[in-house]
C-alpha cells in the first residue's frame, strides 16, 4: 500500500508560479513512475507530467517548457514535485498526484490550482 499526501495549490495570477508536492509513504519501494495530471471544470482528467523509476520524464504539450517534475527521497518517503510557471488561465484545475506501483495505480485527494487572468 502506498499512503499520498498532496500540498502546494492556491491562487495565483497569470505569470505566477506554483510548485506542487506530493509525498509517497509506505511500499513506496515497489513504486514505478509517479505524476501530475489534471481536470479543469467539464473536461476529462488529463496527464500533466510523469517521471519514470529511471529518471525519464513526460511532459504535455501545453505545459512543456513552463513546467519541471522532480522527484526526491527522504525519512522512508519519496516525493514528486511539480513546478510550475508563467502560469495562464488555462491551468486551473484540480491537480491530482499518481502513483503506479507494480500492483496497483494510486491517487492523492487533488488540490485546487486556480489561476486569474
Known amino acids: 500500500q502506498v499512503q499520498l499526501v498532496e500540498s502546494g495549490g492556491g491562487l495565483v495570477q497569470a505569470g505566477g508560479s506554483l510548485r506542487l508536492s506530493c509525498a509517497a509513504s509506505?511500499?513506496?519501494?515497489?513504486?514505478?513512475?509517479m505524476g501530475w495530471y489534471r481536470q479543469a471544470p467539464g473536461k476529462q482528467r488529463e496527464l500533466v507530467a510523469t517521471?519514470?523509476?529511471?529518471?525519464?520524464?513526460?511532459?504535455a504539450d501545453s505545459v512543456k517548457g513552463r513546467s519541471t517534475i522532480s522527484r526526491s527521497s527522504h525519512n522512508a518517503k519519496m516525493t514528486v514535485y511539480l513546478q510550475m510557471n508563467s502560469l495562464e488561465p488555462e491551468d486551473t484545475g484540480v491537480y491530482y498526484c499518481?502513483?503506479?506501483?507494480?500492483?496497483?495505480?494510486?491517487w492523492g485527494q487533488g488540490t485546487q490550482v486556480t489561476v486569474s487572468s
Open positions: 509506505g511500499s513506496i519501494f515497489s513504486i514505478n513512475a
Open positions: 499518481n502513483v503506479v506501483t507494480w500492483r496497483n495505480d494510486y
Open positions: 517521471i519514470r523509476s529511471g529518471g525519464s520524464v513526460n511532459y
